[in-house]
């Protein structure tokens, strides 16, 4: 979530977010906030999944797995 608050253009969306991660119920708050935000609500889905793809793929070079994979969607 830090990385993607890293790479929110409208500061105060940024400030909004790093607060809601600042404490108990994180993810929460961070869904919450996105909410009123759709476009950077879909960007964050993108990211996440991006991020999710990026380790497993690491993992499975690791382990000498080749994966069989398709092109990632594009990220805005």
Do not use: H, Q, S
Not at 23 to 30: L, P, Q, S, V
Not at 41 to 68: H, N, Q, T
Request: glycine share 6%.
């Amino acid at each position: 979530m830090e990385e993607f608050i890293a790479t929110v253009a409208d500061w105060r969306l940024r400030n909004r977010l790093e607060r809601a991660i600042g404490g108990r119920g994180a993810f929460r708050y961070f869904r919450d906030v996105l909410a009123d935000y759709p476009t950077e609500r879909e960007r964050w889905f993108a990211f996440k999944d991006a991020r999710v793809r990026e380790r497993v793929l690491d993992w499975l070079a690791e382990e000498g797995i080749e994966p069989i994979v398709t092109a990632p969607p594009e990220i805005e």
